[in-house]
């Protein structure tokens, strides 16, 4: 807080330095409580001309405390040359209480409502900004009055210039924080879950059937032989003979012919011996006639057995011929159809290993991707949640930024506005102060020319 010179006249000035803002270097944004703690240590705001920073390891903040020494409003109180009286009219602690007790009282009340940045102004705690909301800018103070100059304020009599001259410095508007920053808490990751593997179901394969008793059926005995009786030939049989017939025509014709050849024909001598023969003849011929019908009777009765005989022998044959392939089929069959089945049952059993070797791969398979996409929905959980929460904060640094760019071109407007008045009382505390001065020094030297006239007259301090 240097004097300067005023180029148009002799006279000086009070003016506030100007400190320029660093431009910051980016860092990562901290996470946690302790990454937060230990980013503001490492990190201490800009320090502002008449402040310190003290770092409050309960909070984790660093706090501002005035340099400004306090300055008494008795002027036998000021350091000796002073040329400045206080630019703050004294202030009546409220409540009796010293300026100290209300600070000491302002502090405990933020750090119990977590607020940091604290001060006093004219006698009176402003309370600071909710922690986390900027603390530590490098924006001026939210109410500042320039410090006192250096040198001294003479003791003596005679009344110095008044204070009330010098203009007051009060900021047009309080700075106003956004509210302070809050966000959700990250919400944990849900168990990975996921349905145990099933057992496969047992090995399951239906009995092989017995085979059914071998069948066949039985051989049917032969009907007994059976064959018709003889039947003797009858008289009419023997007349319906074509044989017969012949032979009576041929002998009756030639006695007819003998008896002609005598002249005998149609005698009663003729027709008697024709009667005669053909009863002998039928007679004779009926014995023959049976004779031949037995014969054949007998041949045929044979011929009859021999055929039965045959037919019996050749179905016996084919009977055995048959059971024999029956029971060879049957024994073919059998054997084929257990064969089949030890190839059915191989083959389920291999089919039933190699599906269950397939599922429980496919569990692997999915239980692997199910991992891997719970891994991935997590990490871009939290991913979101990162980009979220950094973008919330940096629109809460923007809104802060505002409302401090903000307050800032209010501050400076009402310090260009406060300049000049603050000038000008210099100026005229500084004529007054020469004047008063004046007349002391007059004082002074018109009582000296008289105490030395008066001990020169008394006699004190004459060198002999």
Not at 81 to 94: A, D, R
Not at 379 to 390: F, P, V
């Amino acid at each position: 807080m240097p004097y300067v010179k005023d180029p148009n006249s002799d006279d000086v000035y009070w003016e506030e330095e100007q400190t320029p803002t660093p431009t910051p270097t980016p860092t990562p944004r901290p996470q946690t409580d302790a990454e937060r703690r230990d980013y503001n240590r490492n990190h201490p705001p800009v320090q502002r001309p008449g402040y310190n920073l003290v770092w409050n390891d309960r909070t984790g903040e660093w706090e501002e405390q005035s340099t400004v020494p306090e300055v008494s409003d008795d002027p036998s109180g000021r350091p000796p040359g002073s040329s400045m009286p206080p630019v703050t009219p004294p202030v009546t602690p409220p409540g009796g209480k010293t300026p100290a007790q209300i600070e000491a009282e302002g502090r405990d009340e933020d750090a119990r409502n977590n607020r940091t940045g604290g001060y006093m102004s004219n006698g009176v705690w402003v309370n600071g900004s909710p922690r986390g909301t900027g603390g530590g800018s490098n924006n001026p103070p939210r109410t500042t009055t320039p410090p006192p100059a250096s040198g001294g304020y003479p003791g003596g009599g005679g009344s110095a210039p008044g204070q009330s001259s010098f203009p007051m410095f009060e900021p047009s508007m309080a700075f106003t924080p956004p509210d302070p920053f809050t966000y959700a808490d990250y919400e944990a990751a849900q168990p990975f879950s996921y349905a145990d593997y099933e057992a496969a179901q047992p090995f399951s394969y239906a009995n092989y059937e017995a085979a059914q008793p071998f069948a066949y059926a039985d051989y049917e005995a032969p009907q007994p032989f059976a064959y018709e009786a003889f039947e003797a030939p009858t008289g009419t049989s023997m007349l319906s003979d074509p044989s017969y017939q012949f032979r009576l025509q041929e002998g009756q014709r030639a006695l007819e012919n003998s008896a002609a050849a005598k002249g005998l024909t149609r005698t009663g001598a003729q027709m008697k011996g024709l009667q005669d023969y053909s009863q002998q003849f039928a007679s004779q011929e009926y014995g023959n006639l049976y004779n031949r019908a037995q014969q054949q009777y007998g041949q045929n009765r044979e011929n009859a057995t021999q055929q039965y005989a045959m037919n019996e022998a050749n179905r016996r044959g084919t009977y055995q011929q048959n059971l024999g392939l029956a029971q060879s089929t049957y024994g073919t069959n059998e054997a084929n159809r257990a064969a089949a089945y030890g190839q059915n049952l191989g083959l389920a059993q291999s089919t039933a290993a190699t599906n269950e070797a397939e599922r429980y791969k496919a569990y692997l398979q999915n239980f692997g991707k199910a991992v891997s996409t719970y891994g991935t929905n997590e990490a871009n959980r939290a991913d979101a949640y990162k980009q979220n929460l950094g973008l919330k904060q940096d629109i809460y640094s923007s809104a802060y930024k505002t409302a401090d760019d903000t307050y800032t071109k209010a501050y400076q407007a009402a310090k260009d506005m406060y300049a000049p008045k603050q000038r000008a009382a210099e100026l005229q505390y500084g004529r007054e102060w020469d004047v008063y001065k004046l007349g002391q020094e007059q004082q002074y030297n018109y009582w000296k020319s008289k105490l030395d006239s008066d001990t020169t007259i008394a006699g004190f301090g004459v060198t002999p």
